[in-house]
């Protein structure tokens, strides 16, 4: 992504977060423009009066002028400068939300991908290591309030001599393609420290996370650790050594520059006082405008061509951010269909998937059809693609062929929160947050009175068997889960968590239930349990289980068995098991005497 077109998403996004803002950054542009337009034009007057007639009315009169106007534009400024402050802050929040905003939306397709990974990462470590956001915000506004004082000054500046601008152009140009070349030397090496910082910020994150102490001191890691971060931090050392020697080069030869057009004003502008050779000659009072105004325009110009660096410097390493943004929401490629009632039908037709930039197929041509409320078990061994059909229901992958059919429909052809609201999944890398329990358990499901909520919240812990343990707790399904923000949240063991999680899906009263290694983590007698009460718990839902436990299967109404990424067979239990040249009865067999004493 260019550069132009990095600059007009940033626009664009900011524009829609808020539409005032580019506005008032030009006010304020304005403003500060008048202030220095103020203290280049007025002290013309008061100096030929005091060079002329030293009218003490007029003296008194002009110099009153330039203190109120200064006064006045100082009050302003400050306080425009304070709201702005505040403002930038507010934009730059916002725009690091409509980044997680993004995150949560995007195709979920590139949250498995490698590539968008790294990108996604590079755009985090832009907005947040180096503040690239917050820099840009700050410099686009810089770059308006220099602009707009360089046109008023070349204006001022104009009314002396043509030639006498062009001058100060032609120098300030050279003094601008030195910060160019130097700014591209900059994100150049910036590239190269990308990695380096990475993997510093990564074994500095092991050393500090609390939840890798027992590994870490149990193997003796620290000293390895250590060792990690010290070695990169050389690196890094190393780098911004190297940088600092060219840095102080680069401004020694700006500082040249600057001070070459300080004497070319003077120069000039003082030849035009005592003679008028170039032109006709000015008065004292002229001289200090016009002086002044040069070095206002050097100033200004010199701060321009800088402000202009680092917004180039900062669009190049905002490209991840602005690319990720511009990545396909997963809502895009919705259908316009609402979803209404329950799931009647569920059926695969056909349907062959492999993942992107991957031409190995998880599945192969598969077609099956699950009726309501039926309990159906998906086994097979590892990779042999039981988690990717719970993927591709969810609508997180696109088969590359066929269609998955519910209610007679094809999937992409509801439109999607409706559709989402038919189904509730539990996987196997399920995540609880550090919310309460309350609310980790109802999610966004908010349509009902919160005593309403709270009453089937604790009617379903109990039905998973976590009655007594939620009784232990002082603040019940309001205690936290984690202790990272609060000293009394709890921390759950793995079985516990997976009974909330299971809560959390049956809170939800979708008509369709998956569960992608639901009893992973619990005990053989917790597993039990839970399979005893699945039927009470899940009613006349419809169900798919996914277990390497093949006991699981035991109460399903079919086993549907996958053996690489192809329907070995679907059937019930009892019936599979008739088949002892089978997958399925290998496969129980073989488990099942591992239980035998």
């Not at 006498?164 to 050279?174: A, D, P, R, Y």
């Not at 037709?349 to 009726?371: A, D, M, Q, R, T």
């Not at 539990?426 to 966004?444: M, P, T, W």
């Not at 009892?574 to 496969?587: A, V």
Request: glycine content about 8%; proline content about 2%.
């Amino acid at each position: 992504m260019s550069n132009g077109k990095t600059l007009k998403k940033f626009i664009s996004i900011s524009f829609q977060i808020s539409p005032s803002y580019f506005f008032l950054l030009v006010f304020q542009s304005i403003m500060e423009t008048g202030q220095i337009l103020v203290n280049v034009i007025l002290p013309k007057y008061l100096v030929d009066e005091l060079v002329g007639g030293r009218d003490k009315a007029n003296l008194i009169r002009f110099g009153l002028y330039i203190v109120l106007a200064n006064v006045a534009f100082l009050f302003f400024n400050k306080t425009m400068k304070r709201f702005m402050d505040v403002r930038n802050i507010y934009m730059k929040e916002k725009l690091n939300q409509a980044m997680a905003d993004k995150i949560m939306k995007v195709e979920f397709a590139c949250l498995e991908d490698p590539y968008y990974l790294d990108l996604k990462e590079r755009a985090v470590f832009a907005c947040r290591t180096m503040s690239a956001l917050e820099n840009l915000i700050g410099s686009v506004a810089r770059v308006l309030k220099n602009a707009v004082t360089i046109i008023s000054l070349l204006v001022v500046m104009f009314t002396l001599s043509p030639v006498f601008v062009l001058i100060l152009v032609l120098t300030i140009s050279i003094s601008i393609i030195a910060q160019k070349l130097f700014s591209k030397y900059q994100l150049e090496i910036y590239q190269e420290l990308i990695p380096i910082n990475r993997r510093y910020g990564y074994y500095v994150g092991l050393a500090f996370e609390g939840k890798y102490q027992k590994d870490i001191r149990v193997y003796n890691m620290n000293r390895m650790l250590t060792d990690r971060v010290l070695d990169y931090s050389r690196q890094i050392y190393d780098w911004f050594k190297g940088f600092t020697k060219k840095q102080g080069l680069f401004q020694g030869f700006v500082g040249v520059i600057n001070d070459l057009q300080a004497a070319i004003a003077y120069g000039y502008v003082g030849i035009r006082v005592i003679s008028d050779k170039f032109g006709g000659k000015i008065g004292i009072g002229s001289f200090t405008m016009y002086v002044s105004a040069a070095i206002s325009f050097t100033t200004s110009a010199t701060d321009l061509g800088k402000n202009i660096m680092t917004v180039i410097q900062m669009l190049g390493y905002l490209q991840p951010f602005m690319e990720f943004m511009s990545l396909p929401d997963e809502a895009k490629r919705e259908g316009s269909v609402p979803f209404e009632g329950a799931v009647e039908s569920l059926r695969f037709e056909n349907v062959s998937f492999h993942y992107p930039k991957s031409e190995n197929y998880v599945l192969k041509g598969i077609s099956f059809e699950i009726k309501k409320g039926e309990k159906i078990s998906i086994v097979g061994l590892n990779g042999a693609g039981k988690s990717t059909i719970v993927k591709l229901l969810c609508r997180l992958y696109k088969p590359a062929s066929g269609t998955i059919y519910i209610n007679g429909r094809d999937i992409y052809e509801y439109e999607f929160s409706s559709y989402m609201k038919c189904l509730a999944a539990v996987f196997q890398d399920y995540k609880l947050f550090a919310f309460s329990i309350l609310e980790n358990i109802k999610g966004g499901e908010a349509s009902e009175e919160d005593s309403i909520q709270r009453q089937r919240v604790e009617n379903l812990l109990e039905q998973v068997g976590l009655k007594e343990k939620i009784a232990e707790l002082k603040k019940g399904v309001d205690t936290l889960f984690g202790k990272q923000y609060d000293p009394e949240g709890i921390e759950m063991s793995g079985g516990q968590s997976q009974k909330v999680a299971i809560a959390r899906a049956l809170y939800k009263e979708a008509s369709l239930i998956i569960l992608d290694e639901p009893t992973s983590a619990l005990d053989p007698l917790a597993e039990a349990e839970i399979y005893e009460h699945f039927n009470q718990l899940v009613g006349d839902k419809t169900a798919i289980y996914i277990s390497h436990r093949m006991s699981s299967s035991v109460f399903c109404d079919k086993i549907l068995v996958l053996d690489g990424g192809i329907i070995a067979d679907f059937d019930s239990h009892k019936k599979l098991m008739e088949k002892e040249e089978g997958m399925y009865y290998k496969l129980f067999k073989s488990q099942a005497a591992n239980y035998q004493v």
